[in-house]
């Protein structure tokens, strides 16, 4: 419903106004009369209605006069102007001021009718309009973190615009001083292969939205300045001391307080690893684009100086960073003495091969990662073509090649592609060894000779039997599988619980002391595994045959 004053002197024409016109057809409802327009400008400040219907002349204050205050003070009041016909050029100069129509006296309701329909479509196309708004800006409100998000990506990818920044800055309510000093900090999420793919769509995103919550935090702490995500694994902060006047030293202290709380807390409460980089300093918001490009090419050179660190434009200098003009070119020959190790079915050499092509690639350069990882994918056409060509190929090892392959891309350092490319060349050097040898048994054997020497050593592993088999651990338990039946894992408890049976049957010998002869710390897990193989405790099997 809308609300309706009516102003006039004249009590019939009020009354009148009122009783024979039907307003609730239109929806107003009559709020109040008043009899001058001083009263009326009373009842206004006390209820503001939609629609006044007003006399144009009265004796303290005319229809005028009282319209040009309210549409100074209430511009959305609809005012209608209801007057004498010798009144006429007086209501040119009312529709001057604020008035949406008028009508004349004695007031015809028809034409009343019709003044009053024109009127309530546009109240409520202003209605409409008022309410369209108010939705936009709840919207609005909603959507400004997306917006601060995308304007501080803006400034980090293309830089401060020349123009309307500082009024931007201040619609979305941003504190960026245009000409402050900034750093770009840059965390970057460590083995991200791996972490997307141990979790689902809802965990990853809730990921994600941890790390920033702990980034925001933290940042707020030490200095001033936003934290916001550019892409799944990459979070960005822009950053500025606390207080103007610090210190260069004050606030290269506060950053690497910021980046080692941060990653110690990410690592704690979260179970992940980053690697943090920072630029160089930005003198005000149009350096950003620079400083984010640094310590985006700081973080990335995780795959020449390690993983969980924090580097600094300082750090790449140091370890010998350039343009990559003057940094020398791999050696193939490298390629031929490992090719070389697997001929003569040298594992020693071939270890070595491997570590001198790495040591090779070890350069501070720009693009070592995509650098390391092509030559990898070289080494492994190379070997595999040397085998294919020794006729020793088989499924299980190009399914590995196959694996390796994309696994390289997952890496994210040296050291990573180091120990794939080292695992799939001695799986590679047993194979040969298997073809020249004409059968998988006698490695099986030297695995199960091996076993039945070392099952007393704690903590013996798979990666152990392997590597004295000079295989791999994937390839030598698929071995061992395909030709036995069983795993590796499940022989070694089984020597082991063959072994603990003959000494529980010697007395002398104490439950604790044949747990630690057999390769076991905790006897607590040593009596359920030997339950779960023999169907009975340790006590229970000597009790039996003592």
Known sequence: MYSLLIVDDEPTVRAGLRMYFDWTAYGIEVVGEAD????????????????ILTDVRMPNLDGITMSQRISAEYPDVKIVFVSGHDDADYLKSAMKVSAVDYIFKPVNLQELSAVIKRVVTDLDAERIERRNKEELLVKLKEGMPLLREKFLLSLIEEGAPKTELEERISFLGLELPVESPYWIMV???????????????????????????IYQELLGTYMRGYAFERRGGEFIGVLRPEHGGNSMSDTAEALFALAGDLRSNLERWLKIGVTI???????????LALAY???????????????????????????GQGDGSSLPKYDYELNEKLISALKADDAEKLSEAVKRIFASMSHGRPDGLKYGRNLCLQLVLAVGQHVMELGAADPELEAMETELTEALYAKETLGDMHQLIEEYL?????????????????????????????????????????????????????????ETGGTIGEYLTQVRVDKAKELLRDPQYKFYDICHAIGYTDPSYFTKLFKKVTGVTPSAYRDGHA
């Open 277 to 287: 980089g920072i630029g160089d300093m930005a003198a005000g918001l149009s350096g």
């Open 293 to 319: 490009k640094q310590a985006r090419e700081a973080a990335d050179y995780k795959w020449y100086l390690g993983k969980n660190r924090i580097i600094t434009m300082d750090s790449l200098e140091s370890a």
């Open 36 to 51: 001058d327009g001083d009263v009326a400008l009373e009842m206004i400040a006390r209820q503001t209605p939609d629609l």
């Open 426 to 482: 001695f799986a590679a050097l047993g194979r040969i060894r298997e073809k020249r040898l004409g059968k998988t048994a006698n490695v099986v054997e030297r695995v199960r000779a091996y076993i039945d020497q070392h099952y007393a050593e704690v903590g013996l592993t798979v990666a152990d039997i392997g590597k004295a088999v000079y295989l791999s651990s994937t390839y030598v338990s698929l071995l061992f599988k395909q």
């Open 187 to 213: 965390v970057s999420v460590d083995d991200l292969a791996d972490v997307m793919a141990s979790r689902s769509e809802r965990d990853r995103q809730l990921l994600w939205y941890s790390v920033l919550n």
